[in-house]
């Protein structure tokens, strides 16, 4: 390798697009898709805009306190982000971090003045491409010469998705150099970026798992060699980074996929097979991160508490090393007991996601998620016991579903009252299981946009709104923008689970009158937010 001290690639976490905007652009399709219906579900209408909680968060200090702390939830550190950069350190090349790109403009500004050689742009937590074209217009403004690389689900799924005409008009539309085509690409991103920093243009014909611009509309693609990088291997050395990113909050992974085969879920065939981090390597990197002053975590893995032998001893191990985290996770009812229920709480779990998608024990068979409605009755039950939040997703219109596995949905949410919940519309993607039913079923249509023999998007998300207007007792708590994995960063900036709890109520409340998308006035929810905060100690 060439010794340089010019940065090799800067690795860019979370573009957070304007969200009113985004709303706006769904909105436009709203009588021929669902996609607005989800946007209508997660925000609030204030003052002629579509809001999240998040910004109605923001709003409501501001008023309090003359400052606007602009909190979000995506300037706690970009997992992804922070494990492409550590990837690309341990191959001897020299990578910076933008771990939040609306934050850090002026110092992605100064890198690419300093000649960084290229961007790599990470898809996760993207649904559109309108985020990726967004970082790739503004890299090109200030840095013409500098290679963009995009990869990630998005990244892999056009690619896997179309056929190469619509596929190279996709890409050329986003504007990026090359584009990954793997599902985890870490190692397939060290490759082109040594390439580059070689011999400039770089010889990427070499490197598989691309499909790359060759100039104009033309784009060229290499052959596939799938990854499967050993999870021991590609843990994240925090040293490497400044503890000022990740404490007092960060996100981590002890596994990748998930052993299951729900027919709604293509992630397993994804991400290939369940690969476990070792207990040691786990153990190593917590107490690093413990010494760096890390209070809180996110366990970002699908099924956490999967094998249960090995998590119970991950909440042991915690238990033994005082590491006094408090941590929230996805989390599976069916695969639990009364000791795993009581490590949990003993070793800080103050919260965690269920994705029990029905209260209706024919659809969940339909769904194969292999699981007695009872488990989820008792999960929840001993979990509220132990201190423990709570938040249930549901979604709405799965192949099958009726008006009767509809009530017995809203019927468990009304008897089990999870802290929090979230219906969502059903999204079909063609890859997964269950679409090899399409027949029998009567699947129709893709995206937010189908039809079965039992129902269509317009009649579930009928259903959805009905939901939200019959239940009472449990918070909705939308996933833009906020959701569980944002109260430990809101913990650490000043506000209480107790306050956000009540916050989230009343804009619970507000997100239910805002359902019929005309104005409302929402001058007594405001004041109530408002004194809320006041005279609380606001955020840094």
């Not at 998040?54 to 400052?67: I, Q």
């Not at 070689?198 to 598989?208: H, K």
Request: hydrophobic share 40%; net charge negative.
């Amino acid at each position: 390798m060439v010794a340089t001290d010019r940065v090799d690639c800067v690795v860019v976490g979370y573009n957070d697009v304007d969200f009113s905007q985004f709303a706006a652009r769904q909105k436009q399709m709203a009588d021929y898709s669902g996609a607005y219906q989800e946007v209508k579900a997660n925000s609030i209408l204030l003052d002629g805009r579509r809001v999240t909680y998040m910004d109605l968060l923001n709003r409501s200090l501001e008023a309090v306190t003359g400052h606007n702390p602009q909190l979000n939830g995506f300037k706690a550190p970009n997992l992804g982000a922070c494990l492409l950069t550590n990837m690309l350190r341990r191959h001897g090349l020299k990578a910076e971090l933008v771990n939040f790109f609306n934050g850090d403009l002026d110092r992605f500004e100064e890198l690419l003045e300093a000649g960084a050689r290229s961007v790599a742009i990470t898809t996760t937590y993207y649904t559109d491409r309108t985020p990726i074209e967004e970082v790739v217009r503004w890299v090109r403004e200030r840095s013409p010469e500098t290679r963009i690389i995009v990869g990630g689900p998005h990244a892999y799924n056009i690619c896997t998705d179309y056929d190469v005409k619509t596929r190279n008009m996709i890409l050329n539309e986003i504007g990026a150099d090359v584009y990954i085509y793997d599902s985890q690409g870490e190692l397939t991103l060290s490759r082109v970026v040594d390439q580059l920093r070689q011999n400039g243009s770089g010889r990427l014909e070499v490197v598989p798992n691309l499909v790359y611009s060759l100039g104009g509309d033309g784009f060229q693609a290499t052959p596939r060699e799938p990854e499967n990088n050993p999870m021991d291997e590609i843990a994240i050395d925090w040293s490497s980074f400044d503890p000022s990113l990740f404490a007092p909050t960060t996100y981590m992974r002890t596994a990748r996929s998930c052993p299951f085969s729900c027919a709604f879920c293509n992630y397993p065939t994804l991400a290939g097979k369940h690969e476990l981090t070792s207990l040691q390597v786990i153990e190593r990197e917590l107490r690093y991160l413990h010494e760096s002053g890390v209070k809180h975590l996110v366990f970002i893995d699908d099924t956490f508490n999967v094998p249960l032998p090995r998590f119970k001893q991950i909440c042991r191990m915690m238990i033994e090393n005082r590491f006094d985290f408090r941590w929230v996770s996805f989390f599976r009812c069916s695969n639990s007991d009364d000791e795993a229920f009581d490590l949990m709480a003993e070793s800080g779990c103050m919260g965690v996601l269920l994705g029990i998608e029905s209260g209706d024990q024919r659809l969940l068979k339909l769904m194969n998620k292999a699981v007695k409605v009872e488990r989820y009755w008792s999960g929840i039950r001993k979990l509220k016991e132990r201190g423990i939040l709570t938040y249930a997703l549901f979604f709405v219109g799965y192949p099958g579903e009726t008006e009767e596995s509809v009530r017995n949905t809203t019927d468990f949410i009304l008897d089990r009252s999870p802290d929090f919940f979230l219906t969502q519309l059903y999204y079909h993607d063609t890859k997964v299981p269950i679409h090899g039913r399409a027949e029998e079923l009567g699947i129709q249509g893709a995206g937010y946009n189908w039809r079965h023999n039992t129902m269509d998007w317009r009649q579930a998300a009928a259903w959805c709104e009905h939901i939200y207007h019959t239940v009472a007792d449990s918070t909705i708590l939308p996933l833009y923008g906020i959701g569980l994995w944002t109260i430990p960063y809101l913990v650490d900036n000043g506000i209480s689970i107790d306050r956000f709890k009540r916050f989230a109520r009343i804009a619970s409340k507000m997100l239910v009158r805002s359902l019929d998308d005309v104005p409302v006035d929402f001058g007594k929810e405001l004041a109530e937010i408002q004194s809320l905060f006041a005279g609380a100690q606001g955020p840094p």
